[in-house]
Each structure stands twice: as C-alpha cells, then as structure tokens.
C-alpha cells in the first residue's frame, strides 16, 4: 500500500501430471460345439482374453496476477498465463491466455451522497478475457493410438483413433458488464449483468471418408456463442442478532447458437447434426 493506492500482485508456476492403469482377463469355460476338420473347436471369443491399457498426460502452467486499486473505490484488475499440454500436437502445445477488469464503487462519491439514506452500494463493473481447455478429449487424440485385436485365435494391433498433431487448445473469450448494489442497509441485493462468451477451435467430431477405416477424427473447427443477462437477488426478510432469514434467486437468460464449422454449416456424427446459426 502506498498512500491510497494498494497493490497485490504475484507470480506462480504449476504443472500437473496425469497417469491412469488399467488391465483386465477373461476366462470362457464352455466349449463350442463347432469343431474344424481336425476336430478341434477354434473359436476366438472362446479363448481367454487378457487386456491392458493406460495413459499419461502433463499440464504446465506460468501465470501472473495483479489487483490495484484507488481509495478503495476505483479497482483494476489483470492476469496473463501460459499454458502447455501434452495432449496437443508438438507444434500446437503452449497457448497464451490472459484478461483485464475494472470496477467504479459509484456510491462512494460524493455526488452519490443524497442516496446513501437508501442506497448502500452500487458497483460498475465490467471485464474482458480468455481461457483455454484441454478437457474433451483423450491423452493421445493428437498422436493416435492402437488397441490390441484378436482375430481367427491370432493376436495383433490395429489404429483405434486416427493421429491429428493440428489439434490445438480450445479457447473462450468472455466479455462481462453489470452492475451490483445494496438498498435499505443492505437488506435487499443483487446484480444484473450482460455477457458475451464465444468459444473458438471447438473439439468436434469431423466425418472422414469410410475408406480411411474411421467414421470421424477429433478437429478443432467450431466456433461456438453464448450470450445472455444473469439476474440475482437477495433479500433479508429477518435479520437480528439472534436470527437470519434470506431469501435469494437468481435467472439467466441465454441464447447458445454455433457461429462457425470450417468449411461447412452442418456436421452431421452418429444422430446428431450440428448446424450453423442453431444452438449446439
């Protein structure tokens, strides 16, 4: 703190580590009534099957944050961060990712000064940033992986999930203005605010043609936007010292609608169809 002015700032560094393990044996003890020329009975889903599986996925983070703000009514806030998963092609691996905010305690002037006998707080705030997300999708998505087969009694590996090494972060950038305040000391409060969110490089199935052996391979081409007002209220209907009753609410109003596939507006996976300007 300097005089009015306060200052919080901080540098940090994360990494995470995932690593699942998993095995399994079954055991037929019926025989099959079929039997070859030689009179053995050769039947592949009667023979034990042993199976096994695992995966590793790392996440490394650098991120640093800053809040400021002026005799405790004008308030800054920003954050930056690098971002680096494995899952995710060699090239495609670190993202940046960042946001600013502010805020104005507007009740706190002095030209505010005729309400105070009912308005206890009002607060303007508004705020910009962006995030990524690496969830929805396997650890290997962007490397492809092989499963063990069984096929005529004989054992091999086949390609279970096409390699894409362009797969890449998903990203959302939010924007967010509203207002909060508190009338009658503070007995009844609340906000509204607007927001605008659209979520770029979503991970969606895209078709491929049925002689490559897959249906579908994980791609980022969507883009995706929510926007809407959340609404919140809160009022004391008992408030003393030996007592407190609140009763609270809140309501948002939403509009989901895909703004983007690639080079397509309809990407059709299984019974689903995910068509542009619709919600997804």
Do not use: C
């Amino acid at each position: 703190t300097v005089g009015e002015h306060t200052f919080d700032a901080g540098a940090y560094y994360e990494t995470v580590d995932f690593k699942s393990e998993n095995s399994g044996r079954t055991v037929y003890l019926l025989q099959s009534p079929f039997q070859n020329e030689a009179g053995a009975t050769i039947n592949a889903d009667l023979l034990p099957r042993v199976r096994a599986g695992g995966a590793e996925a790392s996440l490394e983070s650098y991120f640093g944050l800053l809040n400021y703000s002026f005799k405790n009514k004008y308030f800054l806030s920003a954050n930056i961060r690098r971002d680096g998963s494995s899952r995710f092609g060699a090239d495609k691996r670190f993202a940046t990712f960042g946001g600013i905010g502010a805020a104005w305690a507007m009740s706190d002037e002095a030209f505010m000064a005729g309400t105070r006998g009912w308005l206890n707080m009002l607060k303007l705030k508004a705020s910009y940033g962006t995030v990524g997300n690496q969830e929805g999708i396997g650890a290997y998505e962007s490397q492809g992986a092989v499963t063990g087969r069984t096929q005529n009694a004989a054992q091999g590996t086949t390609v279970s999930t096409p390699a894409n090494p362009d797969l890449q972060w998903e990203s959302r950038a939010k924007f967010n203005t509203g207002f909060e305040f508190g009338l009658l000391n503070n007995r009844l409060n609340g906000g509204i605010e607007y927001y605008n969110e659209v979520t770029d490089n979503l991970f969606l199935p895209a078709p491929l043609s049925l002689s490559s052996g897959f249906t579908s391979i994980t791609r980022n081409i969507g883009s995706v936007r929510n926007s809407g007002v959340e609404i919140s209220l809160n009022y004391d209907v008992i408030r003393n010292k030996d007592l407190r009753l609140s009763i609270n609410g809140n309501i948002t109003f939403n509009k989901n609608e895909i703004i983007k596939l690639a080079d397509r507006d309809t990407i059709v996976s299984d019974i689903l169809a995910r068509i542009v300007g619709k919600p997804i």
